[in-house]
Nanobody, 127 residues
Framework: HVQLQASGGGVVQAGGFLRLSCAAS????????VGWFRQAPGKEREFVLA????????SYADSVKGRFTISRDNAKNTVTLQMNSLKPEDTAVYYC????????????????????WGQGTLVTVSS
């Protein structure tokens, strides 16, 4: 059973930065791909970024390219989402999710592809 704990959310001004962490309680974390999704009020959950089990492959939504980066430390069972140049439209609850990786080259972008989800952490960007 996989447990994910997202943390690091808060309130920040536009142009600022935040770092979110996803901590996993699972054996063999280095076999899991991890994705970050977000859900703004009144909107559907959307893909943000994903990283494969080794950290060697990543995928980004166009809306965050050049501003957000994802990395992982398999020794610490954590995945980090670094968010820079934040915009008010980045305001959302951010969720991390995990699934056992099927291929080095493939990172999942659809929510239904993930089996395990954290509880979410709120990011609010003020203008």
């Amino acid at each position: 059973h996989v447990q994910l704990q997202a943390s690091g959310g808060g309130v920040v001004q536009a142009g600022g930065f935040l770092r979110l962490s996803c901590a996993a309680s699972v054996r063999a974390f280095n076999t899991y791909n991890v994705g970050w999704f977000r859900q703004a009020p009144g909107k559907e959950r959307e893909f943000v970024l994903a990283i494969n089990w080794s950290g060697g492959r990543t995928s980004y939504a166009d809306s965050v390219k050049g501003r957000f980066t994802i990395s992982r430390d398999n020794a610490k069972n954590t995945v980090t989402l670094q968010m820079n140049s934040l915009k008010p439209e980045d305001t959302a609850v951010y969720y991390c999710a995990a699934v056992i990786g099927s291929s080095y080259y493939y990172t999942e972008k659809a929510a239904h592809e993930y089996n395990y989800w954290g509880q979410g952490t709120l990011v609010t960007v003020s203008s």
